[in-house]
């Protein structure tokens, strides 16, 4: 007979002593337990002990994480969290240095568990370690634990970052600022100072005071720190206040965090960036990938106020621009005398130009978005590419077959298009690590990228021999050649016109069709027929696939304030596909991990239900905050006997579905993910193709007079040329 689901059978250990095999009643106060293992060993003072766990992180358990314990868990008997934190405390206050660096080398390790630190920090020892730092007194090694310490304990929100004194931040600014600081204590330092900014609006203040981006550029060479830089840089830069960020910050790739950067600094970070990060001997990792992509949102964001203003028609220095245009575009035209005839001239050759209101072109640009973004975007093409932009007014200028291509009309549509593509003005989401590389190749990324875009639209103009009336039809096969580009992450500027160049409007076509066949072309009674009949053994394909990568298992990533101390767990499913093994690991795993490394583990056969996003217990905890959203979409949990869950956030999309769709596999259930549906169709449309063409392929052989036969259910001729 199985026992009763509130007892698990657990093994408790104590230094020189045999361990303890019990079964613990769930039900029982944790003292209890504690008071019979303690005389089990002859140990007085029950009250003093508590339990922790013997591997992983050693977390001390309490009443309210008890039910975490599974069967065959390895316990341990310690001291009390409050009578540790109070050993501690002493001991990293006594003279002996010695003592003092193993008690905060303890104390680093202790300080990432809630219970400590809650005892901890009601006995001031927040204020004890500050006051360490503050001294100057402390290098190497025991400065390094103590930072840790300090880090971790704040990282548990129980304390408001706003009670750091001024002493504190410029003492920790100075680590960051010397030239010769051990790395431990310079990730430590950045990762403080990026806490303080995050968390409070007043530090921002003074952090910013000093430490500058010039600083910083210095610790982007280094592989060990370059993350913790820019994750600053980033940090100072969102919470930046919007007057300074506009005025000041005109790009965060390009100024120093307290006064404008020169020209020559403002090229060096991104030359850093893009030589020692992205173009660095290591493969980037998630945490970087993310901040990069983080500091591409924000200097996208830049673009938003311009984006979201619009011309003032009055504005005299606004309209000089529009003259510009004109003035580069057709230089050769003297202006003629006479009011009525220049104003005559003027409308005509504003025509030319492709604007929408010719006798007042400003009006074209009172429209937000993309507002005034469009106009800088068409005067650095007519400035810096002023062939290019002449010979594209000149060629439809030019035209009289109603095939011209509206210049003007078109960079206004074209800017909007590329701000809702890139998302201008929009938050970085977390867990998103979608940077592109090309944008950190050039000094005005953006300019270019527009100047490169325009140019498509117009060769794509052409190729489809569109009229006013396909305005919108252009746009949308333009908008697909851009997303398709982006999303093979070009390396720089000219690799994206290459990749352009292969994405005309005739692979467009090529390419929609390719996909439409897998999806509705096939619509006749005799192949709807055909695919039901294939559908359930492309779903078994399918099925198998996925308890195959289940078996392989993946690695997901622990929930936690800091980013970069991640921390990893590992999970996969046994070969005859009845138990999942999980663990933690110290590190991100290279290849597959060995069953015997994963401690925990449940029974397919005690699993009730997979729960998804809002429905995940990890997630209703979460707020509703932009940032979450796609960690909220990559979220599922497994719901087993007795009312527990296991906790997932997925690394990437196809990972979610990969695992959803099996633990579905594993129930018998439905798989319903989008992968599916995709792999699903593509695989029953390349299976009738297959089918399809053996049927074209087949010579009839000459044969006797026909004899009457049952009517085929296949009675149709399809020409699959």
Not at 20 to 26: A, F, G, K, V, Y
Not at 126 to 153: C, D, K, N, Q, Y
Not at 271 to 279: A, D, F, K, Q, T
Not at 446 to 470: G, H, P, S, Y
């Amino acid at each position: 007979m199985p026992p009763p689901a509130d007892i698990v059978k657990v093994a408790i250990e104590w230094p020189g002593a045999n361990a303890q095999l019990i079964e613990m009643d769930q039900k029982r106060p944790l003292s209890s337990i504690i008071r019979e293992v303690c005389d089990g060993w002859s140990l007085s003072g029950s009250e003093q002990f508590a339990l922790r766990y013997a591997d992983g992180p050693q977390l001390y358990i309490t009443e309210q994480s008890r039910g975490d314990i599974k069967n065959g868990t390895i316990l341990r008997l310690a001291i009390s969290p409050a009578r540790a934190a109070r050993q501690l405390l002493e001991r990293i206050q006594s003279h002996g240095i010695d003592a003092r660096l193993e008690a905060l080398k303890e104390l680093a390790k202790l300080s990432a568990d809630p219970t400590f630190a809650a005892e901890f920090i009601n006995m001031e020892g927040i204020g004890t370690l500050a006051r360490l730092v503050e001294s100057g007194t402390h290098f190497g090694e025991m400065l390094a634990f103590t930072l840790t310490a300090f880090l971790e304990l704040m990282d548990h929100g129980i304390v408001s970052w706003d009670l750091i004194s001024l002493s504190f931040i410029k003492q920790i600014a100075g680590y960051v600022n010397q030239p010769m600081v051990d790395v431990s204590i310079l990730q430590r330092s950045l990762a403080i100072l990026e806490s303080m900014v995050l968390n409070s609006h007043s530090l921002y203040h003074r952090v910013a005071q000093e430490i500058t981006v010039g600083q910083l550029i210095g610790h982007l060479s280094n592989q060990e720190i370059q993350t913790y830089a820019i994750a600053l840089i980033n940090a100072l830069f969102l919470k930046a206040p919007e007057d300074r960020r506009q005025e000041e910050y005109t790009n965060p790739l390009e100024q120093h965090l307290t006064e404008m950067a020169s020209t020559l600094a403002q090229k060096h970070l991104r030359s850093i960036i893009l030589n020692h990060v992205i173009r660095g001997n290591r493969p980037i990792k998630a945490e970087m990938a993310h901040q990069l992509y983080v500091l591409q949102v924000l200097t996208f964001n830049l673009l938003e106020e311009r984006m979201m203003t619009k011309m003032d028609p009055n504005d005299q220095a606004q309209r000089d621009i529009i003259f510009e245009l004109r003035r580069i575009a057709f230089d050769g035209d003297a202006d003629p005398t006479g009011t009525e005839k220049r104003k005559a001239m003027y409308t005509k050759d504003y025509k030319m130009l492709g604007f929408t209101n010719h006798l007042n072109p400003a009006m074209d640009f009172t429209q937000t978005p993309p507002g005034m973004l469009a106009l800088d975007n068409m005067l650095y093409l007519a400035r810096v590419h002023q062939d290019t932009y002449i010979r594209i007014v000149l060629e439809n200028s030019s035209r009289e077959d109603k095939h011209e291509c509206p210049f003007g009309r078109c960079a206004i549509e074209l800017t909007r298009m590329l701000c809702e593509i890139l998302q201008v003005g929009e938050l970085p989401n977390e867990g998103c690590n979608d940077y592109h590389p090309m944008f950190f190749t050039h000094d005005r990324a953006w300019e270019e990228f527009f100047c490169v875009c325009i140019q498509l639209l117009n060769k794509t103009w052409k190729e489809m021999r569109a009229t006013a009336e396909d305005f919108n039809k252009v746009m949308q096969v333009v908008r697909e050649q851009i997303t398709r580009a982006l999303a093979m992450k070009p390396s720089s500027i000219d690799q994206l016109k290459n990749k352009l160049r292969g994405l005309s409007y005739t692979e467009i076509l090529r390419l929609r069709q390719s996909e439409r066949m897998s999806q509705d072309d096939f619509q006749s009674p005799p192949i709807i027929e055909l695919r039901e009949r294939i559908q359930p053994e492309i779903l078994e394909l399918i099925k198998q696939q996925r308890l195959n990568r289940l078996c392989e298992g993946s690695c997901f990533r622990k929930l936690g304030n800091r980013r970069r101390q991640e921390k990893f767990w590992f999970c996969r499913l046994s070969l005859n596909h009845k138990v999942l093994h999980y663990g933690d690991l110290e590190e991100s795993p290279q290849g597959e991990v060995p069953f015997e490394l994963l401690s925990d583990k449940i029974h397919v056969s005690d699993i009730k239900s997979v729960l998804t996003g809002k429905d995940c217990p990890h997630m209703k905890e979460k707020s509703a905050l932009k940032q979450n959203k796609e960690v909220l979409e990559l979220a599922f949990s497994v719901l087993y006997d007795p009312d527990e869950t296991l906790n997932f956030v997925a690394p990437n999309k196809y990972e979610y579905c990969i695992w959803t769709d099996g633990l579905c596999a594993l129930l018998g259930r439905e798989m319903g993910s989008d992968l599916t549906r995709s792999d699903l169709d593509t695989l029953i449309s390349m299976e009738m193709k297959l089918r399809l063409l053996d049927l074209e392929n087949i010579t009839i052989p000459e044969a006797p007079p026909p004899v009457p036969k049952e009517p085929s259910s296949y009675n149709f001729t399809y020409n699959y040329s």
